[in-house]
T-cell receptor, first 112, second 109 residues
Framework: DGGITQSPKYLFRKEGQNVTLSCEQNLNHDAMYWYRQDPGQGLRLIYYSQIVNDFQKGDIAEGYSVSREKKESFPLTVTSAQKNPTAFYLC???????????FGSGTRLTVV | EDQVTQSPEALRLQEGESSSLNCSYTVSGLRGLFWYRQDPGKGPEFLFTLYSAGEEKEKERLKATLTKKESFLHITAPKPEDSATYLCAVNQAGTALIFGKGTTLSVSS
């Protein structure tokens, strides 16, 4: 079955550490997105990529980095520069934004 | 300034009590409005896409409508399994989807 897979489901990070969240899709979608969700904040865009080897910053890109070396993969690294990384992270993909997104099941990151 | 505003933030209904959720938007050049359902701890699940004023879409107990300034998600005779957060998003030219903060619906039996 085609879909979008995020891993791990839960992730714990010590302060000062970088962590990488995985996002893989087998839908043959060109575009991929990372959103952060906090209680009462809705979904906020971190980074998006419309094509391999190209990506753009979203509204809250500071402290995050991404790569897009393959069409199927769009990993997100949460760096130590992100001051408040505890949140629920959602990855999505789309063939064309006009048709909406398919979301993964999310990764909950907690700083301990 | 919020471009997508959803109201109310939370809604509590009795089973069978119909109601509506609102999504108002201020973006120009709308190229689609989307409704998603999100269960706790899970990713959003697609419900509807609306492209032009006057358009309506239905799925089971849900009906979505669109005007030039807002969209409504009507819930008819809700059941407890309809409890979830409902997200609205708009597609504006040149950027990714812009999401509202959602309406959390609780339906009690």
């Amino acid at each position: 079955d085609g879909g979008i897979t995020q891993s791990p489901k839960y992730l714990f990070r010590k302060e000062g550490q970088n962590v990488t969240l995985s996002c893989e899709q087998n839908l043959n979608h060109d575009a991929m997105y990372w959103y952060r969700q906090d209680p009462g904040q809705g979904l906020r865009l971190i980074y998006y990529s419309q094509i391999v080897n190209d990506f753009q910053k979203g509204d809250i890109a500071e402290g995050y980095s991404v790569s897009r070396e393959k069409k199927e993969s769009f990993p997100l690294t949460v760096t130590s520069a992100q001051k408040n990384p505890t949140a629920f992270y959602l990855c999505a993909s789309s063939m064309d934004r006009a048709y909406g997104y398919t979301f993964g099941s999310g990764t909950r990151l907690t700083v301990v | 300034e919020d471009q997508v505003t959803q109201s109310p933030e939370a809604l509590r209904l009795q089973e069978g009590e119909s109601s509506s959720l609102n999504c108002s938007y201020t973006v120009s050049g709308l190229r689609g409005l989307f409704w998603y359902r999100q269960d706790p701890g899970k990713g959003p699940e697609f419900l509807f896409t609306l492209y032009s004023a006057g358009e309506e879409k239905e799925k089971e107990r849900l009906k979505a409508t669109l005007t030039k300034k807002e969209s409504f998600l009507h819930i008819t005779a809700p059941k407890p399994e309809d409890s979830a957060t409902y997200l609205c998003a708009v597609n504006q030219a040149g950027t990714a989807l812009i999401f509202g903060k959602g309406t959390t619906l609780s339906v009690s039996s």
